[in-house]
């Protein structure tokens, strides 16, 4: 007799956006046959016993960067490792470069080499250049845009004009607009102001970067929204302050979206003077109130989203200070960490963990039901997670290019064990089985949904 099921994790704790029971769950081909209690194993040609552990849908990552120490293929491998299924990577166009012809090149390398399912952002640094090249990229199904409000000197920086210019497109054809949300130009000033003094180093570095500055941009860019009739996915919010003009807008209706990282959940300014250039990120780690009024607004629904901000960097701890690059890994630690200092700690369920890392993205970016849930139609995406695994974080033990990791010496409690996609063997026996260009090219689709609490 032929057995209706290809895979059935059996006995665990199923948990999605909408509860947790225990529950089986029942693979046929690539999606989710069957979400029930008691399914006889003799249906299944693979049983694997989950008693006792969560069964999570696959993490998604929505804000990975693969242009520096890890590629593509790398961010992967080591997303897999951390629980991690599905990455949104960010197609950087830097000053000359064509846009299209970028994104071009990282979905095919993506094709050939990702392990994982992806999709990607645009990422703009030239916009007079690149933003006429929008509507073409679109229709490789690549909806989602990045524009930087910071880096005046660099070049990177969009300025009012061409980011209205942008929305007004992405508005009309069914886009969103990512923007990295700090006041450039001000900040460049109080860097020309502090930072070329001499001796200048971390004490006047921390006076560069204020969060009033991100709240400003973050402020201009909802009205940008606003009038073009754009939605808007703020990265990486850092700060109280910068949840006032967040809450403000999605009060008017607006389609604003926002997220925040492990880094700012979980870390504060103090870890500059332990670990130095190693954590220097932007927008900067901040205080410890800081960091617990994001948790707040993770609870209550302001923020939607947890990423990782995926950035490793060649870094020299005993350098100067000013001369290293921004950025830092986090992929791997993306829910180890989250659920850790999250669940562990009571500042939110393990639901609202599952809300935050893999329902809301997959809604925000057009990806669910497909992704981002565990319910009879889904793709198999899953991750065994054991709550009760202690696992020590080092540089030794993560997969990064980096090598370091801001966790150095944190044990965590809790730990994905095994990972599935579409049904495939992805983490298994503490090791990643999946094979390099196994992944599928996600495209982001129109209409994002505001996320339910």
């Known amino acids: 007799m032929e057995k209706p099921y290809d895979l059935l994790l059996k006995g665990g704790i199923v948990v999605t956006g909408q509860g947790m029971r225990r529950a089986d769950v029942a693979v046929r081909g690539e999606t989710i046959a069957a979400v029930e209690l008691d399914i006889p194993a003799e249906q299944a040609r693979e049983v694997v016993d989950v008693a006792g552990l969560y069964v999570l849908p696959g993490v998604i990552d929505v804000h990975v960067h693969p242009v520096y120490l890890d590629d593509v293929g790398d961010c992967s491998l080591v997303a897999a490792y951390g629980g991690t299924t599905t990455l949104l990577h960010y197609a950087y166009a830097r000053t000359g470069e064509s846009l299209l012809e970028q994104v071009e090149k990282m979905l095919q390398d993506g094709l050939a080499r990702s392990r994982l399912d992806f999709g990607l952002h645009g990422g703009l640094f030239e916009a007079p250049r690149q933003v006429p090249e929008i509507p073409r990229v679109m229709e490789l199904g690549v909806r989602t845009f990045k524009f930087f409000l910071a880096y005046v000197k660099q070049g990177w920086f969009t300025d009012d004009y061409h980011l209205t210019w942008a929305m007004d497109i992405l508005a009309e054809r069914g886009g969103m607009a990512l923007v990295h949300a700090e006041n450039g130009g001000a900040i460049d000033y109080l860097e020309d102001k502090y930072l ?70 979980t870390l504060t300014d103090e870890i500059l003077d332990t670990r130095g250039a190693l954590a220097k990120i932007g927008p900067p780690i901040r205080t410890a109130a800081d960091r617990d009024a994001l948790w707040e607004a993770l609870r209550d629904g302001t923020l939607q989203v947890v990423a990782s901000d995926h950035a490793p960097k060649k870094k020299d701890p005993w350098g100067d200070f000013l001369e290293q690059p921004y950025g830092a890994p986090g992929l791997e630690t993306l829910l180890p960490v989250t659920y850790d200092w999250g669940v562990n700690r009571g500042w939110i369920s393990v639901v609202r963990l599952v809300q935050v890392l893999c329902e809301n993205p997959a809604r925000i970016f057009g990806l669910y039901p497909k992704k981002g849930t565990i319910a009879v139609g889904s793709d198999a995406d899953l991750v065994v997670f054991d709550p009760r695994r202690e696992f020590t974080i080092r540089a030794e033990n993560q997969h990064s290019g980096a090598g370091y990791t801001l966790y150095e010496g944190r044990t965590v409690l809790g730990w994905p064990v095994m990972s599935f996609q579409r049904g495939r063997r992805i983490l298994w026996e503490g090791e990643v089985v999946a094979e390099p260009g196994s992944g599928r090219f996600l495209p982001t689709l129109e209409a994002p949904q505001v996320p339910p609490l």
């Open 196 to 265: 070329k003094r001499p001796g200048a180093s971390l004490p006047e570095y921390r006076r560069t970067h204020p969060a009033a500055l991100e709240e400003e941009a973050i402020f201009r860019a909802i009205r940008l929204a606003e009038v073009t009739g754009c939605p808007l996915y703020i990265p990486h919010v850092t700060a109280a302050r910068c949840l006032r003009p967040i809450r403000q807008a999605q009060g008017e209706g607006l389609k604003v979206f926002a997220e925040t990282c492990p880094q700012y959940l």
